[in-house]
């Protein structure tokens, strides 16, 4: 069982920034795939970005260039973060575990998920 627990989150200005955490428990982190999704009201969840046990990244169209995804395996961390954020960035973020290695874009992929942080973009 893994869980995660995420935090960061909060209200930010348009083309401010804020970085997201998402600490897991469980001594295989390393060799999970690590994934960030969001769902804003009356949305469905998406995929945001995510990385591989060997540090491969991708991302949505819609956050690349913006948005950058890393892992600390010594912590056990997953980082997202967010620059140039837009009021359409507006979202509860969730952070999420695959037990593959391989990174995923569907959320059917993975495994594990956290609680989620509210992220909010004024305009």
């Known amino acids: 069982q893994v869980q995660l627990v995420e935090s960061g989150g909060g209200l930010v200005q348009a083309g401010g920034s804020l970085r997201l955490s998402c600490a897991a428990s469980g001594r295989a982190f390393s060799g999970y795939a690590m994934g960030w999704f969001r769902q804003a009201p009356g949305k469905e969840r998406e995929f945001v970005a995510s990385?591989?046990?060997?540090?491969?990244?991708y991302y949505a169209d819609s956050v690349k260039g913006r948005f950058t995804i890393s892992r600390d395996n010594a912590k056990n961390t997953v980082y997202l973060e967010m620059n140039s954020l837009k009021p359409e960035d507006t979202a509860i973020y969730y952070c999420a575990a695959s037990v593959s290695a391989f990174a995923a874009t569907k959320s059917r992929n993975f495994d594990y998920w956290g609680q989620g942080t509210q992220v909010t973009v004024s305009s």
């Open positions: 990385v591989s046990g060997a540090h491969s990244t």
